[in-house]
């Protein structure tokens, strides 16, 4: 959208009315509008200390980067003349008609209506909108218009005002937006909207932006030269737009709980070409060349939008393993696009060209506004009402109250977990089940629009299920669910390191307060990179370091039998972790970098899966990873080479009831092997003695054999692969 809100004149509308409307008569009514309008606002001044006629032209501008008809373009300059000049209907009708009469009417009613409400969007809210669509959808988009460029020049009015103006939008406008298909204006809308309503995360998404701006130019650059000449070779006429995310959209992908990294369509192409037939064959062509993620593909060119969008749709794996959101479409689909609804203006009038398919496409369209009006006809209450139409335009949306009649608002699929943390997250924790209008309902119940919804919680509860994190709809209470898990791990680990300290330091007869000195505190704490000696306690508790290290650390222990055992291991196969790119084949993508992931440390034999990682190339993981359970949309087909000359390094898990001479055992089992024991770890368990073994080995068949080997060990309680 060209945000040109500022010294315009007439001659700007009539320059780009021109490009699209050759009707002379239409010109010069146009050109009438603004004169009279002109002549009424004289001498009105508005809060930015411009000319009031300024309005109304940016107004009238904005509808002609939408091709609207000339009584819609006459409309917009005339919007405000019987609201603020005093303008009798009578003489408006005298001088312009009854049609463009109605346009302003419309919009002039919805002037006038109470706009304000912090709780639910009201029945004032709902018929306003209503009541500019109750004779001709074009009050609306006028109403868009206005609204667009009065937030454009929002920041004249205070902090208050233009945090109510920005919801209101949200709230209600940038719906009916979407619904008419209108994506740039409601972009626009959405995007200064959160500039005042949220300016914090406004600016902090702008600014994250900023800092990557350069890196996403360079590879967009990059990737729309790979696809020029892919489709240059194929002598398709094109072309190609690098296409930027609305900072709005981010923002509701960061709400959902997304980090800013992990949002891949930054980087975007838009690509028109002019036929449906050359649409596929472009789709076709990039995915022989680009690696698709098949629940990232729609064609909404076979089922279009209810607001007759239609684009191809498809998310592939671009260069040095980035993310690219592309669009394919013709130039007509791009139009529609853009101006949805209001591309065909025209529609209705004499001569035109327009398809009767088409024709009926708007007609369906405009009848989809024309049943929401006959909604306010009925005999239902101002509540009812309000329901109802909710219903009707925010369909992704409930609705449901709580007892005392407030309003909470959940994406639909929601259930009463996610309702309970929409309350509170002692609600959530402490809930023990939940009443749907009065009848107990199972927590994995779908609320429906307008339930009244009664959470019952214990104090004494224990806290939520884990399975609630597999029944929770939303981001929010999942994120919650897990906080309140991590806490509760994290406070039982720190019990737990304490305990082993303890333990530790009466088996080597050490005075307790002898241990906590502030040299030995201050030591610990700066060699592990710590904050407190509550992490210590954590990190002791959880396994992550073991309690020797502490000793050690401290006392300069004397190597013990299994730390020779251990240097000698590493002296003689130092850790060196070589991947040769040939070993695994990655489906659909050649020469891209892979590294075999720490967590689950695959081997040939191993099922597998390719995490993909944004500029270091795929992660190859265990397909039984626990890591890579919930990352479904970047992961990809991966195998191992039939043919493998290499060694790979994995760790496995010993546990056994006695450890005399256990090292030593291991470590014989490999001779005349070819496995090399890289690394020996002593771990903490209060029931047994366990140890983490790395070692270095061809494949899954050795592995398994050498673990067989080390079952029929004395005293060995279990043998098995270990996942971080």
């Known amino acids: 959208m060209t945000k040109k809100n500022f010294s315009l004149t007439i001659d700007d509308i009539i320059g780009a ?19 009279y309008a002109a002549e009424k606002h004289f001498g009105q001044k508005r809060l930015t200390g411009e000319d009031y006629i300024e309005h109304p032209l940016n107004v009238a501008y904005i509808l002609t980067e939408i091709n609207a008809d000339y009584q819609t373009i006459c409309a917009a300059l005339l919007h405000d003349v019987i609201e603020d000049c005093g303008v009798t209907d009578e003489e408006f009708i005298k001088n312009f008609g009854p049609e463009i009469h109605l346009l302003v009417d419309g919009v002039t009613k919805i002037n006038k209506l ?72 409601k972009s626009e809308l959405e995007d200064l909207s959160l500039r005042y309503y949220k300016p914090d995360v406004y600016f902090s998404i702008v600014e994250q932006l900023n800092q990557t701006k350069v890196e996403r130019d360079s590879i967009v650059e990059a990737m729309v030269k790979k696809v020029s000449e892919l489709l240059d070779s194929q002598n398709i006429q094109y072309e190609i737009k690098g296409r930027s995310k609305s900072i709005y959209s981010i923002y509701k992908k960061l709400d959902k709980g997304k980090k800013f990294s992990d949002i891949y369509d930054l980087l975007a192409l838009r690509i028109l070409v002019n036929t449906v037939s050359e649409c596929y064959q472009t789709l076709g062509l990039i995915h022989s060349i680009y690696h698709p993620l098949p629940k990232r593909f729609k064609d909404y060119i076979a089922m279009p939008k209810t607001n007759m969008y239609q684009s191809l749709h498809t998310t592939v794996i671009g260069l040095d393993g980035y993310f690219f959101e592309i669009q394919i479409r013709t130039y007509e689909m791009d139009k529609i696009a853009e101006k949805g609804i209001a591309a065909h203006w025209s529609y ?110 214990n104090k004494n509860s224990v806290g939520p299920s884990r399975e609630w994190l597999n029944i929770a709809y939303t981001t929010q209470a999942k994120s919650k669910i897990k906080a309140f898990f991590n806490k509760l791990d994290k406070n039982e680990h720190l019990k737990h390191g304490q305990e082993i300290l303890t333990k530790e330091l009466r088996k080597r007869k050490i005075v307790i307060n002898d241990f906590y000195v502030q040299d030995n505190i201050d030591k610990i704490l700066n060699e592990f990179k710590l904050p407190n000696i509550n992490e210590l306690y954590i990190l002791l508790g959880s396994n992550k370091i073991a309690i020797g290290q502490i000793m050690n650390l401290l006392y300069n222990d004397a ?19 070589q991947i040769n790119k040939n070993d695994i084949i990655v489906k659909g993508a050649a020469d891209i970098k892979v590294n ?27 397909s039984i990873c626990p890591n890579v359970f919930d990352l479904h949309e970047r992961l990809i087909d991966v195998t191992w080479n039939t043919e493998i000359q290499n060694q790979y390094t994995t760790n496995i898990l010993v ?13 014989a089992k490999t001779t005349n092997t070819t496995i090399k024991v890289q690394s020996i770890d002593s771990l903490n368990s209060k029931e047994c003695f366990m140890y983490e073994i790395k070692v270095k080995l061809e494949n899954t068949d050795v592995l398994e054999n050498f673990m067989n080997e080390i079952r029929t060990i004395p005293h060995i309680i279990k043998v098995e692969r270990s996942i971080k």
């Open 17 to 35: 009315v021109s490009s699209y409307i050759t009707d002379e008569q239409e010109i010069e009514q146009i050109k009438k509008a603004y004169n």
């Open 114 to 185: 109470n706009f304000s409400g912090d709780t639910e969007v009201t029945v004032a809210n709902h018929r306003k909108i209503l009541v500019g669509l109750s004779k001709d959808v074009r009050v609306i988009i006028i109403k868009l218009a206005d609204r667009l460029h009065n937030m454009r020049t929002l920041w004249v009015h205070s902090e208050a005002k233009q945090k109510e103006k920005a919801k209101e939008t949200l709230d209600i406008l940038t719906p009916i937006a979407h619904r008419l298909g209108m994506f740039k204006i």
């Open 348 to 457: 209705k009038e004499k001569g035109s060209n327009v398809s009767a398919s088409m024709q009926n496409t708007m007609e369906q369209k405009l009848q989809f506004f024309r049943s929401i009006i006959e909604l306010g006809e009925t005999e239902e209450s101002d509540k009812q009402f309000v329901d109802t139409v909710k219903e009707e335009i925010f369909n992704h949306t409930i609705y449901v109250f709580t007892p005392g009649g407030d309003v909470i608002e959940l994406p639909n699929g929601s259930t009463p977990i996610d309702f309970a943390y929409k309350i509170h997250s002692d609600v959530g924790d402490k809930m023990v089940g939940a009443l749907a209008n009065g009848n107990i309902v199972p927590i994995d119940y779908k609320l429906q629009n307008n339930d009244v919804i009664k959470i019952n919680t």
């Open 559 to 577: 190597s013990t039998k299994q730390e020779i055992i251990l240097k000698k291991a590493q002296a003689n196969h130092p850790i060196k972790q």
């Open 596 to 622: 075999v992931a720490a967590c689950c440390t695959p081997i040939p034999g191993d099922k597998i899966v390719g995490y993909i990682t944004k500029g270091y190339g795929i992660n190859i993981h265990r």
């Open 655 to 667: 546990s056994a009831d006695n450890d005399s001479n256990l090292l030593l055992n291991i470590i």
